[in-house]
């Protein structure tokens, strides 16, 4: 079992940004692809980013085109979500979810939850207006 820890979280007025990390400690990501979701409350858990373990190939929602941007560190074995001109309804606990194998050398990554295996606790995004 692949353990994930978010961090980054908090509270920010409208038009700011975050950070978001995602990393497990004592092991590399590299062979994962990884996805970023959130969750509001009352809300669907939604797909945000993804990107791939081979090629680096990434996928946003529409919602957060342009504004969000998805990386990763491997030599840092970290991968980051730089939020940027977030908006009230970005609020949300947001989730890194990992799977080894839906890139396949492919270049692959997917926005659906039930596509990924290994899942973080989560951390908290408050943006204020």
């Known amino acids: 079992q692949l353990r994930l820890v978010e961090s980054g979280g908090g509270l920010v007025q409208s038009g700011g940004s975050l950070r978001l990390s ?3 400690p004592g092991k590399t990501l590299n062979f994962y692809a990884i996805a ?4 509001a409350p009352g809300k669907e858990r939604e797909g945000v980013s993804c990107i791939s ?5 990434t996928d946003y929602t529409d919602s957060v085109k342009g504004r969000f941007t998805i990386s990763r560190d491997d030599a840092r074995k ?10 009230p309804e970005d609020t949300a606990v ?12 492919l270049g ?3 926005l659906k939850d039930y596509r990924y295996e ?4 989560g951390t908290q995004v408050t943006v204020s207006s």
């Open 22 to 24: 995602c990393a497990a």
């Open 36 to 39: 970023w979701f959130r969750q």
């Open 53 to 57: 373990s081979s090629r680096g190939n």
């Open 78 to 87: 970290t991968v980051y979500l730089e939020m940027n001109s977030l908006k």
């Open 94 to 105: 947001y989730y890194c979810a990992a799977d080894s194998s839906l890139d396949n050398g």
């Open 108 to 110: 692959y990554c997917d």
């Open 118 to 121: 290994h899942w973080g606790q």
